[in-house]
């Protein structure tokens, strides 16, 4: 088993809501596949470039500097990250008081103020930023969706109302010291396009006027720069659906009641510790993507023999050394 179970996270309680053989495999054995998807090396990325911005570096050259063997997922990456600062054309009445910052604090039960003495709630907040004028602190959320997020009205935002991220957030700003005035959501849209293909030479058309293809159709592959050009056109072209920016609040009802919703969640992931119940959720296997544990559960493989998994000495790697 791994170490770092005395911590909860949200990125925990997703697994476990997921699927419970999927939190044993992450948080119980400590299994990782070594191969991240494409959204998730997409977002880790993004979260590095906008950390350097944050921290002063200049944003063409974070652009310029960023390397992968995909050259297409690259060029997407580019195309989305260069437009980052068009989302605080305010930078200069913010100052930032942590990147990156880890918490640790007492996972408490809202109903009767009493302390877990299994569990300590943790995790990292991507910033925290002090408003120069009047003081107030907020701390900061970087996120890429594929999620439409262009009005107010959209689910992506109501679901926040309800969001244990930004209560455990909350806390841990809290836990640190900060009087908090509310969480601001950064969001940036992850491009949806792909690398045009050329079309096959038995399903290409031809005008009989000019000898040119029908639109729609090509004779090569789209290029790299041609690739990063399109996306970049289409973010120019769609500010609103590209990138958002807004200040979610936290009244002490939605407070009381998330921590309530970690508490109990907490305490079926105890229960299923004890008894060793860790049911598969079949619902969730291609959920959004083919799960990575796939043929793990499917085909009996035992990610211990596998090289497409490596074990971790403690589960959190984000948060290595905050484990009691």
């Given amino acids: 088993m791994t170490d770092g179970r005395d911590l ?70 580019k195309a989305t990250i260069i437009n980052y600062p068009l989302l605080w054309p305010d930078r200069d009445a913010w100052e930032v ?42 701390p900061v959320e970087h996120k890429t969706t594929v999620i439409d997020f262009s009005t107010e009205d959209q689910d992506y935002w109501t679901k926040l109302q309800m969001d244990h991220q930004i209560t455990a957030y909350w806390m841990g700003c809290q836990a640190l010291g900060h009087d908090v005035r509310g969480m601001i959501y950064d ?35 789209e290029s790299v720069l041609g690739h990063f050009e399109r996306i970049a056109e289409w973010i120019n072209d769609n500010p609103g659906k590209a990138r958002a920016r807004k200040v979610i609040p936290r009244v002490e009802g939605q407070l009381k009641e998330g921590l309530q919703d970690i508490w109990d969640h907490s305490k079926r992931i105890l229960l299923a510790e004890k008894d060793g119940l860790w049911p598969r959720n079949p619902n969730a296997c291609h959920q959004f993507h083919t799960c990575s544990f796939w043929d793990c ?18 589960c959190h790697p984000e948060l290595e050394g905050l484990s009691t």
């Fill in 8 to 77: 909860i996270t949200i990125s925990r309680l997703r697994a476990d809501q997921t699927c419970s053989r999927l939190h044993w495999f992450k948080y119980v054995q400590g299994f990782r596949p070594v191969h991240l998807s494409e959204p998730l090396r997409f977002g880790i990325a993004a979260h590095d470039a906008i950390e350097r911005w944050w921290m002063g570096e200049d944003i063409v050259k974070i652009t310029d500097s960023i390397e992968g063997k995909d050259e297409y997922l690259v060029a997407k990456l």
């Fill in 97 to 138: 008081v942590g990147v990156e910052v880890p918490f640790k604090t007492p996972l408490i039960n809202p109903s009767t103020m009493n302390k877990s003495r299994t569990y300590m709630l943790a995790g990292k907040i991507d910033l925290i930023l002090r408003n120069k004028k009047t003081g107030d602190i907020f």
């Fill in 187 to 221: 969001v940036l849209k992850r491009p949806a396009q792909r690398p045009l293909k050329a079309t096959p030479k038995d399903k290409r058309i031809y005008r009989k006027k000019d000898g040119g293809l029908y639109k729609g159709q090509r004779e090569i592959d």
């Fill in 297 to 314: 559960c499917a085909y009996g493989v035992n990610p211990a023999h596998d090289s497409r998994f490596e074990q971790l000495n403690f």
